[in-house]
């Protein structure tokens, strides 16, 4: 019974950004569940032959395609390519980001915008055209990549947040949109999580170790593996009532305040 819920044989997933870090982590959680994945990354080729590789060695069926996530004129070209080849996509995850941190008083427009334009506006191009086929087919999975800076402001950050937090409305309006043609679209918002770039500060003693391990309840960072169940829950039929919620993966975070320091 629950594997026939959770069972996702043979669909087709298009992971954005799954050349490294936590797009990987959850196209690998896909992946060993029986999808075939759709890697994307932009930087470069080489990057996403090497991934296309790992996942292969992992006994999955991969197949990777370079393209800005922010440009509709690639996104449009992608999407055909990718549903010809590979086939229709039944599960996208809007995961491709970035961030850059600097004060708002300090921080150039054009930066603000470019943060803006990867991390809410493309995930609002790639559904575009990627949710045409699923309402054609009356079936389809999309999964939004939010943060806990979807709900919480942070110094340095607001660039990041406010494009997060932006996320959240976008998966909420596709929700109410598409909803009737069976597509469901969620979010997930990862809390803060081992990956090799927070690797140099996730030491003892560092303070922004000490901050994240005393902040979080379960008093540990996140295992990006730790994203695969969620993944796993949204792109099923386990989900297919579901529409319009963000699901945080944060150790319990958004649950709570904090202690005072002296506090056990
Ligand atoms: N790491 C965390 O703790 C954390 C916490 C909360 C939320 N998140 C969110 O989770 C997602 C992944 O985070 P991460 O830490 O794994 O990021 P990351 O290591 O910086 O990886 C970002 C991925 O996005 C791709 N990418 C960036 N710009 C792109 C573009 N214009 N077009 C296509 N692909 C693009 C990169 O591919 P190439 O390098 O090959 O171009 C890479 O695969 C992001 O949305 C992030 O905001 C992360």
Same mark, same amino acid.
């Given at each position: 019974?629950?594997?026939?819920?959770? =069972? /996702?044989?043979?669909?087709?997933?298009?992971?954005?950004?799954?050349?490294?870090?936590?797009?990987?982590?959850?196209? @690998?959680?896909?992946?060993?569940?029986?999808?075939?994945?759709?890697?994307?990354?932009?930087?470069?080729?080489?990057?996403?032959?090497?991934?296309?590789?790992?996942?292969?060695?992992?006994?999955?069926?991969?197949?990777?395609?370079? $393209?800005?996530?922010?440009?509709?004129?690639?996104?449009?070209?992608?999407?055909?390519?990718?549903?010809?080849?590979?086939?229709?996509?039944?599960?996208?995850?809007?995961?491709?980001?970035? /961030?850059?941190?600097?004060?708002?008083? =300090? @921080?150039?427009?054009?930066?603000?915008?470019?943060?803006?334009?990867?991390? *809410?506006?493309?995930?609002?191009?790639?559904?575009?055209?990627?949710?045409?086929? @699923?309402?054609?087919?009356?079936?389809?999975?999309?999964?939004?990549?939010?943060?806990?800076?979807?709900?919480?402001?942070?110094?340095?950050?607001?660039?990041?947040?406010?494009?997060?937090?932006? *996320?959240?409305?976008?998966?909420?309006? @596709?929700?109410?949109?598409?909803?009737?043609?069976?597509?469901?679209?969620?979010?997930?918002?990862?809390?803060?999580?081992?990956?090799?770039?927070?690797?140099?500060?996730?030491?003892?003693?560092?303070?922004?170790?000490?901050?994240?391990?005393?902040?979080?309840?379960?008093?540990?960072?996140? =295992?990006?593996?730790? *994203?695969?169940?969620?993944?796993? $829950?949204?792109?099923?039929?386990?989900?297919?009532?579901?529409?319009?919620?963000?699901?945080?993966?944060?150790?319990?975070?958004?649950?709570?305040?904090?202690?005072?320091?002296?506090?056990?």
């Amino acid at each position: 019974m629950s594997q026939t819920l959770f =069972d /996702i044989t043979g669909k087709v997933a298009l992971v954005t950004g799954a050349t490294h870090g936590l797009g990987m982590a959850m196209a @690998m959680g896909l992946g060993k569940s029986g999808a075939t994945i759709v890697v994307n990354g932009n930087s470069s080729q080489e990057k996403i032959d090497n991934a296309v590789a790992a996942y292969q060695k992992e006994g999955i069926t991969a197949f990777g395609y370079k $393209f800005n996530v922010a440009d509709e004129t690639q996104v449009i070209a992608s999407i055909k390519k990718i549903e010809e080849e590979v086939g229709a996509i039944d599960i996208l995850v809007n995961n491709a980001g970035i /961030i850059k941190r600097t004060p708002l008083v =300090d @921080m150039e427009v054009a930066d603000f915008k470019q943060v803006i334009d990867i991390d *809410l506006v493309s995930p609002f191009i790639v559904s575009k055209h990627v949710v045409k086929g @699923m309402i054609a087919r009356k079936a389809g999975k999309i999964i939004n990549i939010c943060s806990m800076m979807s709900e919480l402001g942070r110094n340095t950050v607001g660039a990041y947040a406010a494009a997060k937090g932006g *996320l959240v409305m976008l998966t909420k309006n @596709m929700a109410t949109e598409w909803a009737r043609f069976n597509v469901q679209v969620n979010g997930i918002g990862p809390g803060y999580f081992a990956t090799s770039q927070t690797a140099p500060i996730r030491v003892d003693g560092h303070p922004f170790n000490d901050f994240i391990v005393n902040r979080t309840p379960a008093k540990k960072w996140g =295992d990006p593996n730790d *994203l695969a169940g969620a993944t796993i $829950f949204l792109s099923s039929k386990a989900s297919d009532f579901v529409n319009g919620h963000i699901l945080y993966v944060d150790g319990g975070i958004l649950a709570t305040i904090g202690k005072p320091s002296n506090e056990e």
